[in-house]
């Protein structure tokens, strides 16, 4: 497998960077949305922070919902009509039902997934349940960090840069701040992609019914930060937007009857083609 150069600022592989410890006393985002999702990997701490956060926002679990459901959707079109066969699923979360590599390789048995992650216990599940499958793997990997996501090891022996690839950048864009430059990241990531690649991303909206409900994440171990659509379609600067382009999630491709109450989620998904 080919890799990406490494520039001569990013030094060393990411497993050999300090990882995150396991903090039991602060809500932490991936097993929040595990408990939105009706999961079972979350703790008292979790469960008590987003319980507050659902009676100021009551919807916030329909949008984690609506997120898991674009990503099947995004993932199923990426592995059929466009023919990708290669997939990187960044700040995967705790895993669930209809993974990335179950629906890729539904399609091509064949299709490679590599599940980066930050948080020990997100890798620690995903390296369980993912132990007799030769074509899925895991990295530890820091989307603040992504020459050392691309440089890692378990991507690069997965991961041919010179052929298509699937960059998924789903629900996590939004807990990173202006401060760590989330737009050059994703420009980082892009700029070493082949041409037919592509890119998603759902992203929170910033709209007066989430505004409240973010405060909520400041005491969790990542801010949310809610950008506008125009904000949002930046991300996807330079490159072409499939159909229908950038729109609330449950109006992507929809499987089924779109309702009004699917107008109230607040969060944005889309892909983005690489020329």
């Not at 890799?3 to 396991?22: I, L, M, N, V, Y």
């Not at 995004?74 to 629906?103: C, K, S």
């Not at 990241?185 to 929170?204: N, Q, R, W, Y």
């Amino acid at each position: 497998m080919t890799a990406p150069e490494q520039p001569s600022s990013a030094g060393t592989d990411h497993d050999k960077a300090p990882q995150p410890s396991f903090d039991a006393s602060t809500p932490n985002v991936a097993r929040m949305y595990d408990y939105f999702l009706g999961g079972k990997d979350n703790l008292a701490v979790d469960r008590d922070c987003a319980d507050k956060l659902i009676r100021n926002a009551p919807h916030v679990p329909r949008m984690a919902r609506a997120n898991r459901e674009f990503l099947g959707r995004a993932v199923r079109f990426l592995a059929g009509q466009a023919g990708i066969r290669q997939f990187v699923d960044i700040g995967t979360g705790l895993p669930t039902r209809e993974n990335v590599h179950q629906v890729a390789q539904r399609v091509d048995p064949r299709s490679r997934v590599v599940y980066v992650d930050n948080d020990p216990v997100v890798l620690a599940h995903a390296r369980a349940l993912l132990a007799d499958n030769p074509n899925t793997h895991v990295a530890g990997g820091d989307l603040r960090r992504p020459w050392e996501i691309l440089n890692n090891p378990h991507v690069r022996g997965a991961i041919d840069f010179s052929q298509p690839v699937a960059v998924l950048l789903c629900a996590i864009l939004h807990f990173m701040t202006d401060e760590e430059d989330p737009y050059g990241i994703v420009s980082t990531l892009v700029d070493v992609l082949a041409p037919g690649s592509f890119l998603v991303v759902s992203h929170a909206e910033r709209h007066g019914e989430l505004l409240s409900a973010a405060g909520f994440y400041s005491g969790a171990n990542a801010p949310v930060v809610l950008r506008s659509g125009v904000e949002i379609a930046y991300f996807f600067d330079g490159l072409e937007l499939v159909e229908p382009g950038l729109v609330y999630l449950p109006l992507w491709r929809p499987d089924g009857p779109v309702f009004f109450e699917d107008n109230r989620v607040r969060a944005y998904g889309g892909i983005g083609r690489k020329l």
